[in-house]
């Protein structure tokens, strides 16, 4: 079958040939004429209706040229500031000039005022007791106002008289006038989910943590906060979803986001190179939980739905760590061979860029978006905080 542009092609063809052959006067000599130039002119005033556009890509991704020099890219924190293998960060959304950052290997949070401004600074704070309240913290959340959670991949005894497998997630307050990272600020400590390298915030004093040990998902609510530094957890509720369905990687966050327009969780997995959607909507109430350090509910969960959202192998990922969800898209920070990708609500890749030249594979885990859509990610092994930002920023 003959394309209509290649019909039009002929026609135009013939005509400058039958030009050639009977030219008119005042036209110069028709047969230097070039027919490549005139086809030329031809092909550039076709439609291009048959040729797809070329993708646009997300400016702060570098347009879809995928290179390090087709972003800004800027270190906005160190470990002259205090970062000590950062796992995790997170912009406060009450102050967002506020980025905190957790430090696994100082059991410490680093606050950063003002990241990539003249009037930065940095705080990082651990106070007594978080060798147990933050021990090696992997991940963080912003809940209800004044409220924060961290999760601790850690699973050995971090105080006398309790076991190895105590650990769980630990609620906060959020006041920088009163948060220090220990025992006398923290807010509640619900217990049972040792390992645990990844935690979102759903609602209230909900959050769903990555239970490492388990290889499941764990629903906490941590119910009615108790004083500072208090020690009453009777009113919490843990249901944990997925027990043994999920793969822990030690060292490396499978980070999470819940969705609140869908009620839906995303989890990454770096030790199977995927990222997974778990619906809980269906899920019942299953059997009890023990042992039961809290002496509050916990039961496992039957049923929910577990499915692969994205197959990294698929969109050259490798190790699919950080994961945030702004505006419909999907942030993914691969530990594996330091890219940023995006995704659309379908799974589907929309832009990369490739960062390996700056933050050498094996870096990239947690991953944060602020206010102007900027980037933000942690590079574990040489202590800095990275801000990826379109070169118009400049």
Request: glycine share 10%; aromatic share 8%.
């Given at each position: 079958?003959?394309?209509?542009?290649?019909?039009?092609?002929?026609?135009?063809?013939?005509?400058?040939?039958?030009?050639?052959?009977?030219?008119?006067?005042?036209?110069?000599?028709?047969?230097?004429?070039?027919?490549?130039?005139?086809?030329?002119?031809?092909?550039?005033?076709?439609?291009?209706?048959?040729?797809?556009?070329?993708?646009?890509?997300?400016?702060?991704?570098?347009?879809?040229?995928?290179?390090?020099?087709?972003?800004?890219?800027?270190v906005v924190a160190t470990a002259d500031d205090g970062l000590d293998s950062p796992r995790d960060l997170a912009f406060n959304p009450e102050s967002p000039d506020q980025l905190w950052i957790t430090n696994f290997g100082s059991n410490s949070i680093t606050i950063v005022f003002g990241p990539g401004t003249a009037d930065r600074f940095a705080d990082t704070r651990g106070a007594?007791?978080?060798?147990?309240?933050?021990?090696?913290?992997?991940?963080?959340?912003?809940?209800?106002?004044?409220?924060?959670?961290?999760?601790?991949?850690?699973?050995?005894?971090?105080?006398?008289?309790?076991?190895?497998?105590?650990?769980?997630?630990?609620?906060?307050?959020?006041?920088?006038?009163?948060?220090?990272?220990?025992?006398?600020?923290?807010?509640?400590?619900?217990?049972?989910?040792?390992?645990?390298?990844?935690?979102?915030?759903?609602?209230?004093?909900?959050?769903?943590?990555?239970?490492?040990?388990?290889?499941?998902?764990?629903?906490?609510?941590?119910?009615?906060?108790?004083?500072?530094?208090?020690?009453?957890?009777?009113?919490?509720?843990?249901?944990?979803?997925?027990?043994?369905?999920?793969?822990?990687?030690?060292?490396v966050s499978a980070h999470l986001e819940y969705d609140h327009a869908n009620s839906r969780l995303y989890v990454t997995q770096p030790a199977t190179n995927q990222v997974l959607m778990f619906d809980p909507a269906e899920a019942t109430l299953g059997t009890r939980i023990s042992p039961n350090y809290d002496g509050s509910r916990q039961n496992r969960m039957n049923g929910g739905?577990?499915?692969?959202?994205?197959?990294?192998?698929?969109?050259?990922?490798?190790?699919?760590?950080?994961?945030?969800?702004?505006?419909?898209?999907?942030?993914?920070?691969?530990?594996?061979?330091?890219?940023?990708?995006?995704?659309?609500?379908?799974?589907?890749?929309?832009?990369?860029?490739?960062?390996?030249?700056?933050?050498?594979?094996?870096?990239?885990?947690?991953?944060?978006?602020?206010?102007?859509?900027?980037?933000?990610?942690?590079?574990?092994?040489?202590?800095?905080?990275?801000?990826?930002?379109?070169?118009?920023?400049?």
């Amino acid at each position: 079958m003959v394309s209509r542009s290649q019909s039009i092609r002929a026609l135009l063809l013939s005509s400058l040939v039958f030009g050639a052959c009977g030219g008119t006067a005042g036209t110069g000599n028709p047969m230097t004429a070039d027919p490549d130039a005139s086809m030329a002119a031809v092909d550039a005033s076709m439609p291009a209706a048959d040729v797809p556009p070329a993708p646009m890509g997300l400016p702060v991704l570098g347009g879809f040229r995928h290179t390090p020099e087709s972003v800004r890219v800027t270190v906005v924190a160190t470990a002259d500031d205090g970062l000590d293998s950062p796992r995790d960060l997170a912009f406060n959304p009450e102050s967002p000039d506020q980025l905190w950052i957790t430090n696994f290997g100082s059991n410490s949070i680093t606050i950063v005022f003002g990241p990539g401004t003249a009037d930065r600074f940095a705080d990082t704070r651990g106070a007594p007791g978080a060798e147990h309240f933050l021990a090696q913290p992997a991940a963080l959340a912003f809940g209800a106002p004044g409220m924060l959670a961290t999760a601790q991949e850690i699973n050995v005894a971090t105080q006398r008289n309790t076991p190895a497998d105590f650990m769980g997630p630990t609620l906060w307050d959020s006041n920088i006038e009163i948060f220090n990272g220990g025992h006398s600020t923290h807010l509640d400590m619900l217990h049972n989910s040792p390992s645990s390298n990844g935690i979102a915030w759903e609602t209230a004093n909900v959050y769903w943590v990555v239970d490492g040990a388990h290889r499941a998902l764990a629903r906490y609510d941590f119910g009615e906060p108790h004083e500072h530094g208090g020690e009453d957890h009777s009113d919490g509720v843990l249901r944990r979803f997925a027990d043994g369905m999920l793969q822990h990687m030690p060292g490396v966050s499978a980070h999470l986001e819940y969705d609140h327009a869908n009620s839906r969780l995303y989890v990454t997995q770096p030790a199977t190179n995927q990222v997974l959607m778990f619906d809980p909507a269906e899920a019942t109430l299953g059997t009890r939980i023990s042992p039961n350090y809290d002496g509050s509910r916990q039961n496992r969960m039957n049923g929910g739905t577990m499915q692969p959202f994205i197959n990294g192998a698929e969109h050259g990922l490798m190790r699919p760590s950080g994961i945030a969800l702004v505006n419909d898209v999907f942030y993914i920070a691969d530990n594996g061979n330091s890219t940023v990708t995006a995704f659309n609500r379908e799974g589907q890749r929309i832009d990369w860029v490739d960062l390996s030249s700056v933050s050498a594979p094996g870096t990239l885990q947690g991953i944060a978006l602020d206010g102007r859509g900027y980037i933000y990610v942690t590079d574990t092994v040489g202590n800095r905080v990275l801000e990826i930002a379109p070169l118009s920023a400049m």
